[in-house]
């Protein structure tokens, strides 16, 4: 694809509002705490089972479920797992039933924007990308539709921070 092409591909039909978008870039303390208060469900996408206990995309949301965070997993691999921290996995964003409050994502940076449409047909309120893992085409897009954005944080530390 010719380089106009591809900036003209990667062009939102959305009029983008540079206030409104930067509003949804959540980088301050007070920013993760408003997200974090109206966070009840969350989407985990990445996650895995058990069997991985000792790793964040495991221990991670088993400490937002302690929290009181009401836990969707949605694997990327591991077929044969049915459940997840006594929850029914989900395969896709797409196939979960109900709103979400905001999808949490442990994926390789360069992964994320694979999961771009059906993050924005399921319509969080926020998309929440752990410790190490940013996307800017993803987070512009998705901030400029009015979707919060934090990037490079972990929900753990956080929900710890604010006494959860």
Known sequence: MAAVDREFHNQSTVP????????????????????????????????KPETHAEQPAHYVPAYAKRAGLEVVPVPVYY????????????????????????????????????????????????????????NEPVASTLAARGIDVVEDRCLMVELRLRGR
């Open 16 to 47: 983008v509002d540079s206030r409104c978008m930067s509003d949804h870039r959540i980088r301050t303390e007070d920013a993760v705490g408003r997200v974090l208060g109206y966070t009840r469900r969350i989407a985990v996408l990445g996650i």
């Open 79 to 134: 077929p044969e797992v049915t459940e997840i921290l006594g929850v029914p996995v989900v395969r896709s964003l797409r196939a979960i039933a109900g709103p979400v409050d905001m999808v949490v994502v442990f994926r390789r940076s360069a992964d994320v924007a694979q999961h771009l449409d059906d993050v924005l047909a399921l319509s969080p309120k926020c998309l929440w990308m752990q410790s190490g893992i940013s």
